[in-house]
């Protein structure tokens, strides 16, 4: 167990609807990125957020979004979900945020699917 | 873009052969380096790291890594697999130069072994 949690593990929704993902970091990490895992694909990056800030983005339009609280957990929230959005969803938390010699630690995912 | 390359998508081998998983990328600058592994419904796992200092990293469950700065080059070696290596595992790179904690994954090679 890596003790990074997400919520919730599966989730089924329509096309454009719009849906929340839930992740908690592992105690003491300051940094959680998102990455979505498409069937048969490495991960891909979508966003980091570092001390409750956007520290980088990767190439997804702007109705993926997210936040980070102050006990620095995040939610990824995707408007207008499109069937391509199908796909395992990945948290990872770390301490540093600012390309330190950190490593990441991955939560067990959020496997969505759009109907 | 920085890029990186996993050439073999799906690999088979036999108990007790030996492994080597190619991995490549596309950027010259200072770079941190990891494998990760993903066991069928489970959260990816690191295996190992490279920061800097000896090219020739060791991990967990007798995996090792030689990272050839030369060849952009960070393969990952086992002397003689087990069953229990049957896995997804992914090449990820952190190109330092983006100021964060931004992994860029390989699309993954599927090992199957053989008992």
């Known amino acids: 167990e890596t003790g990074v949690t997400q919520s919730p593990t599966h989730l089924i929704k329509t096309r454009g609807q719009q849906v929340t993902l839930r992740c908690s970091s592992q105690s003491g990490h300051n940094t959680v990125s998102w990455y979505q895992q498409a069937l048969g694909q490495g991960p891909q990056f979508i966003f980091q957020?570092?001390?409750?800030?956007?520290?980088g983005r990767g190439n997804f339009p702007p109705r993926f979004s997210g936040l980070q609280f102050p006990n620095y957990s995040s939610e990824l929230n995707v408007n207008a979900l499109e069937l391509d959005d199908s796909a395992l969803y990945l948290c990872?938390?770390?301490?540093?945020?600012?390309?330190?010699?950190?490593?990441?630690?991955f939560g067990q995912g959020t496997r969505l699917t759009v109907v | 873009a920085q890029s990186v390359s996993q050439h073999n998508h799906h690999v088979i081998l036999s108990e007790a052969a030996s492994l080597e998983l190619g991995c490549n990328y596309s950027?010259?600058?200072?770079?941190?380096l990891f494998w990760y592994v993903q066991y069928p419904g489970q959260h990816l796992q690191l295996l190992l790291k490279?920061?800097?200092?000896?090219?020739l990293v060791k991990g967990i469950k007798g995996f090792e890594a030689e990272f050839i700065k030369s060849k952009f080059s960070f393969n990952l070696r086992k002397p003689s697999v087990q069953w229990s290596d049957t896995a997804e595992y992914f090449c990820?790179?952190?190109?330092?130069?983006?100021?964060?904690?931004?992994?860029?994954f390989g699309t993954g090679t599927r090992l199957t072994i053989i008992p």
């Open positions: 950027y010259g600058g200072t770079v941190n």
């Open positions: 490279y920061f800097s200092g000896d090219p």
């Open positions: 990820a790179v952190n190109f330092l130069n983006f100021g964060n904690e931004k992994l860029t």
């Open positions: 990872a938390s770390s301490l540093g945020g600012r390309g330190s010699n950190t490593e990441a630690f």
């Open positions: 957020y570092y001390r409750e800030e956007e520290n």
